[in-house]
């Protein structure tokens, strides 16, 4: 049927049919924020590329976190700003590292507060790279065995999830292998498969303290221009027992998400990265756009492409919507 027995306006003019017929909803559930740790007490660094985002140290967070458990937020992404770096970034394996005191004290003062630790050895590494170099570049394959060791360390702290940002290949299989080799096998695993080597991760790096020393993440992170690339590398991670696969970034990247949705029968996750977050403050800042109006719909077009997952640094200024 057609105009004028068809006619969409009908169902728009109210808003109780608007919100009957409205086909994709946010939910709290949906949203993860994340956070950025350090060492020492009482600190809470603005990051200046990210309004409203701090480094905390481990009571500040844990103070930071009741507060946004009770409005609602219901699951926390860590990234961990070391005291020491070193070659290979094993020191994010040690049972002190910060991330592993701040699971320990966020799930003991906040227990139903959903925490999932990043796992990656960027924020580690005197260099900035997320693995161990080899004349000159990442080496794959050492490179899994310090993941797969941080991975079980954040687990032994109590992480409810870890997820593997680093973009090696392999990386889900060593680190499923050592978590059910040590009584983990309920422990779940949220993949950064489709990562791209994007220019909208540049205010977290500012955050992380994770700014590569030399060169780009061009030899492991995937090119913004690749799509089925994405999709090799979604097949792999669930071969290898991801149980979550992630795309990063979201916006620009919203065909690969809807992609991966359509492909695979696996939960997807999206990262509005920090790029994507910073842009949207800093107009918002010069009163060009309405920020709570611009967030909304930012966030449900990423869910309306397939994403169950979005983690957000607009989570906390949102969620009380929801
Ligand atoms: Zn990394």
């Given at each position: 049927m057609s105009f004028p027995a068809t006619r969409l306006r009908r169902l728009r003019k109210s808003a109780v049919?608007?919100?009957?017929?409205?086909?994709?909803?946010?939910?709290?559930?949906?949203?993860?924020?994340?956070?950025?740790?350090?060492?020492?007490?009482?600190?809470?660094?603005?990051?200046?590329?990210?309004?409203?985002?701090?480094?905390?140290?481990?009571?500040?967070?844990?103070?930071?976190?009741?507060?946004?458990?009770?409005?609602?937020?219901?699951?926390?992404?860590?990234?961990?700003?070391?005291?020491?770096?070193?070659?290979?970034?094993?020191?994010?394996?040690s049972p002190d590292g910060i991330v592993q005191q701040a699971i320990r004290s966020l799930k003991n003062e906040i227990p139903g507060l959903f925490v999932i630790a990043d796992v990656c050895n960027c924020e580690y590494t005197v260099h900035g790279h997320c693995g161990t170099i080899i004349n000159g570049d990442v080496d794959n394959d050492s490179t899994l065995t310090t993941l797969a060791r941080q991975s079980l360390s954040l687990a032994l702290a109590g992480a409810d999830m870890v997820a593997p940002s680093d973009m090696m290949d392999g990386r889900v299989a060593a680190i499923r292998k050592v978590l059910d080799n040590n009584n983990f096998h309920n422990l779940p695993i949220?993949?950064?498969?489709?990562?791209?080597?994007?220019?909208?991760?540049?205010?977290?790096?500012?955050?992380a303290e994770s700014k590569p020393e030399f060169g780009d993440r061009a030899t492991y992170q995937m090119d913004p221009a690749n799509k089925d690339?994405?999709?090799?590398?979604?097949?792999?991670?669930?071969?290898?027992?991801?149980?979550?696969?992630?795309?990063?970034?979201?916006?620009?990247?919203?065909?690969?998400?809807?992609e991966i949705k359509g492909n695979f029968n696996i939960p997807v996750a999206a990262y509005n990265v920090s790029g994507e977050f910073s842009m949207v403050k800093a107009a918002a800042e010069k009163g060009w756009i309405?920020?709570?109006?611009?967030?909304?719909?930012?966030?449900?077009?990423?869910?309306?492409?397939?994403?169950?997952?979005?983690?957000?640094?607009?989570?906390?200024?949102?969620?009380?919507?929801?």
């Open positions: 049919t608007r919100n009957m017929i409205r086909e994709t909803r946010l939910n709290r559930s949906n949203l993860v924020m994340p956070l950025f740790v350090k060492h020492g007490s009482n600190i809470m660094n603005p990051v200046t590329s990210m309004p409203g985002n701090y480094q905390f140290s481990v009571d500040r967070l844990t103070e930071h976190c009741k507060m946004l458990a009770g409005s609602g937020v219901q699951s926390v992404l860590l990234f961990g700003i070391p005291e020491k770096k070193d070659e290979t970034g094993d020191v994010a394996s949220m993949s950064y498969s489709a990562k791209y080597s994007s220019a909208f991760y540049g205010p977290f790096r500012e955050a690339e994405a999709l090799r590398e979604v097949a792999l991670d669930v071969e290898e027992g991801s149980d979550i696969v992630m795309v990063k970034p979201a916006l620009g990247y919203l065909d690969i998400i809807n309405d920020e709570k109006r611009i967030v909304m719909e930012i966030l449900t077009s990423i869910k309306r492409a397939g994403a169950d997952i979005i983690i957000s640094y607009h989570t906390k200024d949102i969620i009380a919507e929801l």
